[in-house]
């Protein structure tokens, strides 16, 4: 497989131009082969401005834009997958997210914190992020992948969107994925108009519909709720397919939905 360079002023002048990832996979699948000269995708390049971002390691970069059937299959061998990265960087957002709602919002109670950190760290959200960087034009994903527009799918979005800030602070650090993050809700709000951490969000937020969402886009089946009573209250279960993905008991049958929903979707129990 050929060598990913950015775009350079010495770049020689065999060299293809690529405007995205996702014109230089249509071309390596049809043709197999990228005619063994150096390949630059310019869009590499656009993603770090527009997080106002500059890797010291590129490898990082290449590795948080890499999908797993991408390195399944021989043309792949270049780059690990997102997937720990991924890992890494749900974990910070999820850090840098609450530390900014508790700064912001110093007469919220825990439990109104907890409702809008659910409603701002989730896949729709970080899909909606993710859209703004045009991620989908720059995922390395494999044939199957590619021809099914599987780079489209809001979790495969979401997915990268996480492994690029996992990426950033291995790369440099906690105040560069705060200066980062930072820069991408200030486009948000110039986007949306509306402020990313506004109490609105919290309104919008449906942890039960979001599920439904989710498992409708990738298996195109409603979870299942499953309750029963006894005498300490409820039981309640949540199926998708032929898999529990989770169960609970509690006092209030609807409460406990709720509250089920939102830990499948914050622990992505979804993922079959």
């Known amino acids: 497989m050929q060598s990913i360079t950015f775009n350079s002023s010495n770049q020689s002048n065999s060299a293809q131009i690529f ?45 948080a834009l890499t999908h797993t059937s991408f390195t399944h299959e021989s043309v792949g061998k270049l780059n690990p997958s997102y997937e720990r990265l991924e890992f ?19 007469n919220f109670s825990e439990g109104e914190l907890s409702k809008l950190r659910g409603a701002l760290v989730n896949e729709k959200t970080f899909s909606e992020l993710g859209t703004l960087l045009s991620l989908s034009d720059n995922i390395f994903i494999g044939r199957g992948e590619f021809n099914q527009k599987g780079h489209f799918r809001p979790s495969l979005i979401a997915d990268t969107f996480e492994a690029l800030f996992g990426a950033i602070y291995l790369d440099a650090g906690v105040e560069a994925v705060e200066k980062c ?11 949306h ?5 506004s109490a609105v969000h919290a ?35 949540i199926w998708l397919k032929d898999k529990c993905l989770i169960e609970r008991t509690g006092t209030s049958k609807k409460k406990l939905e709720k509250e089920l929903a939102k830990i499948v979707l914050d622990e992505k129990k979804y993922q079959l």
């Open 19 to 63: 405007a995205d990832v996702a014109h230089w996979l249509e071309v390596l699948y049809a043709e197999g082969h990228l005619q063994n000269t150096l390949s630059t995708i310019t869009s590499l390049n656009n993603l770090e401005e527009i997080i106002n971002y500059k890797f010291k390691n590129k490898l990082l970069l290449l590795q």
């Open 88 to 106: 890494l960087g749900d974990s910070i957002l999820n850090f840098i997210v609450t530390t900014k709602l508790f700064d912001l919002h110093t």
């Open 181 to 191: 993050f930072s820069k991408i809700t200030e486009l948000y709000k110039t986007v």
């Open 203 to 237: 309104n919008d937020f449906d942890p039960k519909t979001q599920l439904q969402e989710i498992c409708m886009a990738q298996y195109q089946e409603h979870p299942r709720y499953v309750s029963s009573e006894h005498r300490e209250g409820f039981s309640v279960s």
């Open 193 to 197: 108009k509306k402020d990313f951490y």
